[in-house]
Structures are given as structure tokens and as C-alpha cells.
């Protein structure tokens, strides 16, 4: 990892106080960001990917939230142990939010120029007229056709791919260096889908910054990655550059969310059970109990600290990669690499075939 | 299997909304979110429909299973049309075509347990027998994985997993024969998908249903469907079995849906088909082709032999000419705030305004072909002074594509695979034109 | 999956739904009881009012503390249908729902004031039912007029003091909350079941059934009810039943429209359509699904109608328009009022008893908001 990150997140855990109890969202968390880095946060709902983001610039509800220890650094800052001003004059400006669902996330009484000039005036000391020109460019940048007469409009003339881009435009106002987008693809067609997705990955390489993207799809990570963090159940599974992530994935959980994806392969294979509790969180590994490789010692301890799995940058949290135990019952295991590996041949061959021949 | 009569047969369905204006509610235009579709379901067949939001998939659902009253079309179940159904028999045919929907959080009455929900459709259907009705019910649950005992638990102690696998429940209890599921598992984690559409297909041989699909998802489509119907516009453009449709996709807007899917393959380059934009109104669907606005392999006009996407951008500028919805006003003022030496609309000259055009619709700032740029060049200054009849005029007279002039045929391109495609017509040798379809 | 562990207890497929097909009616206990009883007052009410020529007593006995004495007028019959249906309606699914209403009463119990008021309205709702039957009516008393109450040097055998014409307060105030809960209860009842079942009725039906019904709700909220009530009562006399009556058919508009788009939005649900899909009539799809859905709503309308009825009984009764044979606290306040130097007690004590139901009603609809608003649940 490189010696000086953007964004350093140590042991982070969140907890949230309620009435049945304390709720360990995110028990633990590490990883590092670097300059102009797509890292991606994969797991299912439940598994504390939401909380994790929003505790780096403190946007959940506190009380009951509360960051109950870890360190967040971003660029040499505590960002933890910030006033709250401190952090307001971040959230927005250095770092920005872009979020699941554009029909809730745009205020249907203001027009979409508006809001947008109310971001950057947020932040900078601009006049209104050159607010609005400056809401014109980010909407032509974000690729809404005909901006300047598009800025007023109210957000119900624009659809649903359009909301996104207006919002992604907000979330750009101040040139953040790092954007945190929750889920912002779950709630479009794929066809726009990857319309947002190529987007993201200009508007990255046009503005240097880093982006951290929460997703449950697999599939949409392998386009928009750079390096991957598996969660579940609040704690993180494997680290992975994406290359590694997809060509050996290392723990049970990876694998199954891998094998579990629609439409890849001739046979799906459900995860089964459930997720732990959260409130009282299970002995040794969180995954243990749906896990088809667990032995006794999975289920005693705590979560497995990391080992190397296949390369220097890719960590396992998973005790089969302990040199006591041998990794290759996982990485071996036939069954579930020759689905993984079926599965991207299949549909990659399906796509060659499909885009290729007509163009 | 094709001689036996399909359990449910659509044939040429409409719906269409009106839209109204004044208190005499008189009509002034209509929306046509089903336009025409033919589907045909048989017993322990998966069909699926694909397409964006807005192409009318949905409705399609609603008016098979006579939610909605059809504008036009037969839908035929058992080979009688449900269309003409007394009251009494479409009791009898909502018994035997059972629905699940998409959110399951609000499929469920938050007043009912779980059990009570469950057991609707059977005391909506005559059954009095509570005991009888309650074991149906634990059955039914533990068939979905759960178990008998949470009939009584209400459906907020459930996860949207778990409330989908009580919508199969409910849709079952009245062993239907037909099973339409309005994008089932759109709004679930991935993982959990995986674990709904196992349980559809074994109860699907359990019970031997036929299953409608609606999704957007193509990957759902294609873990569990027998045959595929891709939407656009309230008309199937392509329809054909699975396999086929993933491997030799016909027409331009499945091939683009395929690649817009994401694959789990960080390797793979960035080369797929992104559609432009969004789907159009069917309040005023395009002429000829509906998908020649947005298609990207659309047809050049005879002689002509520009760059694909060149093509596709000149034709997008068109179009807006066409439909006299260019926003001249727009451009003007991009040069005004893009540019340095430009205070006022009234100061921009031509060439400031045709540049600001071309970058506004990505046409490169010249075309190869001297008569073509010739005719864009005319038809920019005309739109500079805001004649866009005229200019529309000029490039109709130069830039005509079949995509815009004609609607496709329906063509077999094999026995079970058909698409409406001018590409496919193109494209004469392995076509069988497509027999009449007046019936 | 589960699916191979489970043993066919019933094979699904075997249902012959024929058989069904013509069993259509279909009842369970809490319909037919209270179907019965309803019918039962109803009846006896009907025979009351055809074939018994004169007011006697229909049950008079002499126990050994006090004489209970039953002599029911239209009115009593109709309050005694509302309160079998306030049994049957409220009482029966609180306790069905045992663990629903434990929910609520958990949420309930945390606003102080709401149980405060709930306490004191027990003892009104007891002292209106219970009280007239034990104590009949206030009686003139010449021999004692203008008692002051005990600890003003008044007496016990008459706590609240005595009227000018000698009546007991006491007694006079029992009768007056009989009278506020009368009003009360009978007008909100039959007020609230039209607006839920006209608002239930025009939000699923819509098209021009929902116009026509909202139209005569629009009419009927700018109708000027106090004109209507003033000129009944110079035509006919002041008659409780008549007020009861006029406003349980005015009194329900503002709430049929607050019904009707609670039920539109539940309309859009899918649990609706699910219904739809498997066959289910528009009766039984408001009645199963969106009566119950906007029950909160009404509830929480309903409490909140209760005291704006009492107390324009209590106006109209003080404006001299109500019943000349009936105490009620309107009535007697407005006795009281212009000898409140010589005899305050007579107009302060039976307004206590008003201020404190009327606000104690309005406690409770604001807590029960609380802790049945939807929106709130989890």
C-alpha cells in the first residue's frame, strides 16, 4: 500500500444504541484509499458497507449512531476527532455523497440549477450568476444535453438517469477529492446503469479524484475497481486488488457471493442461511456459520486476523489461510472455481460475440 | 410441445391511457404503454420479458391477468379469451393466474399476520374451513423454506428475502397454473436473488407452472427463463428461446441491453454499447422504427458511408430539427457562458454558434463527405436564425433513413425466433419472411 | 431447501375448487355476535317505540341503598346500540390483538397526561352510564334551595350544594355527563362510520362515484348546521334526539375526506392488487385491507370529534336550544351563570367537570396520534 493515502480508515467500529440492545454495524474496519483510487465496498444489506461511508464524514444519525472507536485519516487529518464544524466544511467540499436513490435525494420545490448553485455556494464564495454558470458546466459535464436551458428545470422533468447525473453534478460543485457513492446505481435499468457507471470513470479521470462505491453487485465492481473490501456482518472478509479479487477469490464468502450472481452461469448456488446477529455477534469467524469449508476452529476466537492469500496486496480474513491449515481446501475446491471460472467465460464470450460482430 | 395448445396466449395486446384535458374530459392523445405484444406461456415454461423502465412491461402484466381492462388484443387462457369473461369466470381465472409483485415490503397488509395473508386467496375463493386453510398455510411455508409456525408472526419480522418466499407462498396456495411475477427480485440483495429464483424453478417442476417473468435484469432472464421477449416501447422487438437470444441476438436494443449487463470480469475492456439517453414518451412514440432514436446501429441513407457513431450523432442533431424541439436558445447561451468575448445573445456570430452546435452533438467539426457537410452546414445557419422548418426541410431532403420512414416487419429468423429489425430485412439470406399475422 | 424435508401433509393440487365455488357467506364469531346484538337492541328499541304507548319504567327495583330505576328513551336506545358496538368494534380487537394493543399501550403509557385523562374519563364514562340508573333524575327540592357545597358550609347529603329550585349538583352533573357522553359517543359513532365508509368507498372506487361523493362532502362541510339546528328547535322544540341526530349527519365531511386520502395511499399498495389478483370484490378488499389500514386514522378522528360534539351540545344547550327536560352541563352553567355571586357553585362545578372532559378528550387524541401514527411504527 502506498506509504502516504488520502484516506486511512483504522479500526473503525460503529455502533448503534437501541432499545433491543447495542447494534455493532461496523466492528473493525481497515482500509486505506489512495490519490485518484476506485475502491469498492462489496457485501449484502446488513453488512455495515452503508455505515462504514457514512461514518467518514459523520452524515449518520447520531444518537443512536455512535463511533465507538478506530481512526479515520484523511489527507493527515484526524477526521474523529473533528468539531463538527470542522467536519461540515469537508462534508461537501473535499469529500462528497452521492446516494441510492435519486427520486428522494432531489428537493421537488427547487429547481434543479438551484440546488445545484446551493452546493457550490455552500462552499465557495461566488456570486449567483456565476454560480449558475458554474451549476451550466457541471450539468454539461456530467452529460445532460442542452444545460443551459435543462439547469431550470424541476427535478420531476428530468428522469430517473438524469436525476443521477444532476446529482453526481451536485456532488462534483466543489471538485471533491473523494466521492462516496452509496448504492447509486441499484435503483436504475442497467442500460442506464452503465451509462452512470462510464460516467463516474471519466468524471475520475478527468478530476483525479478517488471514489469509494458501495455496491452488493459483483458484477458492477469488476467494471469500476480498483481494489475491493468484502464486508459482512460488519467486519471485512478480504482485500483485494480487483484483478486478484476475481481471478483467485480467497474467502468462502467471495465465493459464494461470486457464485450466487444471476445470469453468469448455468447453475446458481443460493448462500443459504442467514446473517449473524448483530447485536450479539457470534464467536470466531462472523461467516462461519454458512460457510461450507468452516472446521470447530472457525467458530471459536475471534474474527481470523488477515493473512496473505495469492499476492502481496490481497488479505484474507479467513484461518484456512493460516499456515497451520491449508488454504487449497478453499482455493482448490472445484466446485466452486469452475463455476466462477464458467461463469465469466460464458457471458464474456456471450458479450464478444453480441457487441463485436455488428460494430 | 408446439402442437399442444399454450396455456396462456397473448395476441396483439393494447393498452392504451387517454390523456385528457378540461372537465369534459375529452381525449387528446394516448399513451400507448402495450402496443401490440404476442406471447404464449406453456405449461412448465419460464417466458420472460425484458426491458427499461417505461416500456410498458409492467402494464403488460396487469392487463394479462385483467387488473386493467385491455384496450384491444385477446389474451387467451386454455384457449378462451379471457378478455370476454363474466364476472364469475374471471373469479374462477384470477384462482388459476396467480401474481407476485416487486416490493415486498408493501405486498404484504401490515394488519395481517403473515398466515391471514397467506391464506387470502383461498378464503377470497370460497374456502371456510379455517383449520383446513391454516394447514394448507404451514405447508405452503415450509415448502418456501420456512416454517409453519410463523403464520402467526406479522410481516414486519420478516426480511425482504424471507416476505418474497411468502409471496410464492401466497401465490401457490391456490395452485394456480400460471404464476405472473412482476420483477421479483429487483429489489433484493444479489444474494439473495439467487436464493428466490432456485425456489421458483423448483416449484415450477413441483407444480409444473407456467411462469411470466417481467425484469429488467437480463441476468435474472437468463438464470431461469425458457424463452425471452425484449420490450421497447410497448412492442417485443425480439422474442426467442434463451440461449438464442443470449447468443445470436437480432436486433440492435438486445444487443445492447446484453452488453450493458455487468460482467464479473475485471479483464474485459470497455468496448460495449451504451445506449444514448432514455426512453422516449409513448405518449408520442417515434415513427417507423421506435427504437431508431436511440438505436446505434441505425441504417445510413443510400451512398453514404460515415462512421457509425458519426452517423448515430448526425442523426440525434436531425431528429431534434425534425421534431422542432432543438433548444436554439440553449446553444446561444452555452457560447455565451463557454466562451470568452461574448456578452450578449445578439453578438454571437455563425461560426461561434456552429461550433458550440456540432460540439453540443458531438458531429465532428467537418464531414468527410463533401455533400453531406455541405447540407449540415445549410441547415446550421438556417437553425441560426431560428427557421427550423426550412432546416428541418433541407436535411429531410439529404439525410432519410429507412429506420424513420418505415416500421420493420416481424421476421422468423428461425422457427421459435423472430425480431423487427430493417437490419435483419437487410440482411436477406437466412430469412423466412414472417407469415400474415391477422388472425 | 425446505422443500424436500417437509412431508405433504395436504396435497395442494387436490383441492376441488368447484366445491367452493358456491359457498359464498361466510362467518365468523365476532360478525355474527355482533350482528345479534346489534339486531337485539335494534329490535327492542323498534318495539319500544311502536307498541309501548307510555314512558314507565322497564325495570324498577328497590335495593337496599338506592332504587335502580330503567326508563329508556330514544336516545338511551341508541346509546345503548353504540356502546354494543363500541364493545364489539374497540374492546374485541384490543383484546384479540393482544399483542398489538400491548404495543400500543407501551407507546401510550409514556405520555403522563393522556393516562391522567384516560383515568378521568373512565370516571365520567362511569358516572354517565352507571349514574342516572342509580340516582334517576334531579328532582326540585323547595325545602333546600341554594345549599352551598359541603366544606362551604354545605352539608354531605348533598356534596356539590343545591340548585335555586333545590336539584342536587351532584345529581344534576351525573346527568349532565350522561348527556355529554350521550352526544359524544352517539354523533361521533355514526358520524365517523359514514365518513369512513363514504372516504373508504370514493378513494377505491374513484371515477365519478369519488366525485359525486366528494362533491356532497364539499356541500355538506359549507352547510350551515347551527341555522338548521336553531330552526328544528323553534319548529319542533328542543329534542336531544333531533340535536344527536343533526349532528351525527352534519358533523362528518372533514372526516371522510381525511379517510379518503389516507385510503388512496393505501390503495396504490400492492398488497391491494395482491388481493385484486386473487380474486378478491371491491367490498371485501375496503373492508379487509383499507378500513383496517386507516383504522389509526380514524381512531385518532374520532377522539378529536368527541369533545368539538359535547361541547356544541353544551353551546347550543347554554344558547337555551337544547332539550327544557334534560340537565345537561350546557344547561346548567347557563342556569348558574347570573347568580355566580349568591351561588357560584352551581355554574363552576358542572363547567370543572366540562373544562376537564373536553380537555382530557383532546389529551387523548394527541397521544393516541402518537402512538398509532403509522409513519412512527417500525
Redesign the interface.
Known sequence: MSSNPLLSVTNLETVFHTGEGTVYAVDGVSFDVDQGETVCIVGESGSGKSVTTESITRILQMPPGEIAGGEIIFDGQNVTEMSDDEIRKIRGGRISHVFQNPQSALNPVYTVGAQIREAIQAHQDLSKDAARERAIELLDEVGIPEAASRVDDYPHEFSGGMKQRAIIAMALACEPDLLIADEPTTALDVTIESQILELLMDLQEEFGMSIIFVTHDLGVVAEIADRVIVMYAGKVMERADVYDLYDSPAHPYTRALLNCLPGASGTIEPIGGTLPSVTNPPDGCRFADRCEYAIDDCFVGDQPEFFQATGPDHEVSCIHYHDMYDSSVVLEDTAGEGTATTARETTAGAHSEAGGDRL | MSAETPLLEVRNLKKHYPITKGILKREIGRVRAVDGIDVSVRRGETVGIVGESGCGKSTAATTILQLEKATDGQVLFDGEDVTTFSKRELKRFRRRAQMIFQDPDSSFDPRMSIGESVAEPLYVNGMNDRARRREIVGTLLEKVGLQASDADRYPHEFSGGQKQRIGLARALSVNPDLLVADEPVSALDVSIQAEILSIMQDLQDEFGLGILIISHNLGVIREICDRVGVMYLGQIVEEGPTDEIFTNPQHPYTRALISSIPVPDPHRSRDEVTLSGDVPSPANPPVGCRFHTRCPEIIQPDGYSFEQATWRHLMDYIYRVHDQNIDVESIFEGVVTEQEGYDDIEEVPLEAFETRLREEFEIPPSLADGTAEQTLTDSIELVFAHDLEEASAVLSAEFETVCRQEKPAEIHIEENHRASCHLIEQDTTAVVESPATDD | ???D??P???E??Q?D?EE?????F?FDRKTVGSTLSLLAVGLLWLYDFLFVAERHPVLEQDLILFELSLTPNNVDWLFGLTLVALFWYVVVPLYQNKRMTMYYWSKFKQNTAAIWSLGFLAIIFVMGTVGPLIIGHPEPNWGNPNAPPVFFGGEWAHPFGTHRTGEDILEVTITGAQVSLQVGLIATLFSIILASVVGATAAFSGGWIDEVLMRFVDLLMTFPTFFLIVLLVYIYGGSLFLLIVILAFTGWGGTARLVRSEALQRSE???I????????GKA?IIR??IL??V?NTIITAATLIIPVMILTEAVLAFLGFGDPNIWSWGRIISDGRNHLATAWWVATIPGIFLFFTVLSFNFLGDALRDALD?RH??
Open positions: 431447501m425446505a422443500t424435508t417437509s405433504d401433509r395436504i395442494i393440487g383441492i375448487w367452493y365455488e358456491t359457498g359464498r361466510n399498495e400492492s398488497y392488487q395482491a388481493a385484486e389478483a386473487a380474486g378478491a371485501y379487509r385491507h383496517p389500514n383504522s403509522p411504527e417500525t
